[in-house]
């Protein structure tokens, strides 16, 4: 950035005023990269939509589901006369529950999440971007509410919900957030959320989030995206890393010599994200920028299946 950008202008402090052009010159980059984020994100949830089937729950409704064998308890206008009729068995109808829910998806938007590697992968921004994107779309699809969370905008569905969150994913005012983790906040009870993150927060804070949300009735899924550096710590000799959150840097003079306690801490991490969201009767699941978006989106998605059943 030119040393002139650090001077004080119409009366802005210089680090008020870098944080403005900063903030200013990520929004640009959001807004300039959206047509085709959009379009990678239909083509993603077109790809899982074809091999994965809808969220599908027994209720009421008019569209047929499946026939299941009559069991004690189940009322007599249940059975299916004709179907019961071409076998020994006797069979009930179901129908598919109509009512549509509400999702609220959230992505970690913070400074670590512009991390990669390596030319040629994409950063965890930008996956966790595509990936909420890409759900929104399948669940629009599916007929589902969706909204973004801590937005303040309420739920909507199909096109308009789809091109309300993306014009939200990169208003200046929401495109950055210094937050690593969502705030907890009124929402409709039996509602889901998906997060979106590295995770790497302390997991206190992260069970904090994750009780609060489901003290409302909310039913949950944890999405950790991560480089793959960020699992293989693949690096050797001296290497000094440069935190992108205001840490301090750490020299560290033999990388190898660290490399499994720095594996260990991230199982650990990784072990308490699972065990809390198991608690909370959440999913979670891990994510490598250097695997497909689609792998990413038909994990969750099944999950997601399973909170429907």
Known sequence: MPRSSNSPQNGQPPGQLSNTLLARHRAEELASALPPLLVAAERVAATVAQGVHGRRRVGLGETFWQFRRYQPGDAPSMIDWRQSAKTQPVYVRENEWEAAQSVWLWRDRSASMDFRSVNGLPTKRERADLLTLATAVLLARGGERVALLNSGVRPDHGKTAIDRIARLMTDPRTAAAPDPLPRVEPLPRHAQTVLFGDLLSPLPEIHAIVAGLTGRGLRGHLVQILDPAEETLPYDGRVDFHGLEGEQNLLVP????????????????????AALARTAGWSFAVH?????PQSALLTLWGAMAMEAV
């Open 254 to 273: 033999r990388v190898e010599a660290v490399r499994d306690a720095y594996r260990e801490r991230l199982k650990a991490q990784q072990d308490g994200l």
């Open 288 to 292: 490598r920028t250097d695997r497909s």
